[in-house]
């Protein structure tokens, strides 16, 4: 897989598009994939997007909540980024927005696992923070509709769907790499 020419790797995809809800892993696998591939990880985020322009994460927030211009700047500074070289996107909806991806995963876990993993994470009350992630995927998923028209519960169109509650994250990213290998 080290081989290189003048435009990167050869063989290998030039965008791996890596989504899925808050708690699936997407993040840690995304991480872990790139650094296998040796590859760029794009996860631009409204923490990196508040860093840049020079305010408060929570002002950003609180500014995008009332103007949808923020999540479009974001995801299309994102889709730029994803195509200057060969990288791993890793966002809620890079398979969606990256659609010449060579590969595109969705990663799946139940909210209650997905629950779990963020309280370990995060911390807080069970109940509470199942409640949280539940509520979290209704109101995504309505900024999703309402911005795109992308209803993130249809993801059937992904060349890997992998449910990753039973599975660690390296095992996961085992699989992928065999992914990418064959697709060589």
């Known amino acids: 897989m080290s081989v290189t020419n003048a435009d990167g790797p050869t063989g290998l995809p030039h965008i791996i598009a890596i989504s899925g809800k808050s708690g ?5 696998v995304s991480r872990l994939l790139a650094e296998r591939l040796g590859r760029t990880l794009v996860n631009y985020t409204f923490r990196s997007m508040a860093d840049e322009l020079e305010m408060p994460f929570e002002r950003l927030l609180e500014l995008a909540s009332g103007d949808p211009s923020y999540d479009r700047t974001l995801d299309e500074r994102q889709v730029a980024m994803a195509h200057e ?6 966002s809620r909806l ?3 927005l990256v659609r010449d991806a060579r590969l595109k995963v969705y990663l799946h876990a139940s909210p209650e696992v997905r629950a779990e993993r963020i309280r370990k994470r995060e911390g807080g009350d069970p109940a ?5 992630t539940r509520r979290r995927d209704l109101v995504d998923r309505e900024r999703y509709l309402s911005l795109y028209g992308i209803d993130n519960d249809r993801y059937d169109f992904a060349d890997l769907v992998i449910n990753t509650e039973r599975m660690d994250p390296e095992r996961i990213v085992n699989v992928l790499v065999a992914a990418v290998e064959r697709m060589v």
Do not use: K, M, Q, Y
Request: with cysteine; proline share 0%.
């Open 24 to 28: 699936c892993g997407n993040s840690t």
């Open 94 to 96: 890079a398979i969606w």
């Open 85 to 90: 070289r060969d990288c791993v996107i890793g």
């Open 128 to 132: 509470t923070v199942l409640e949280f």
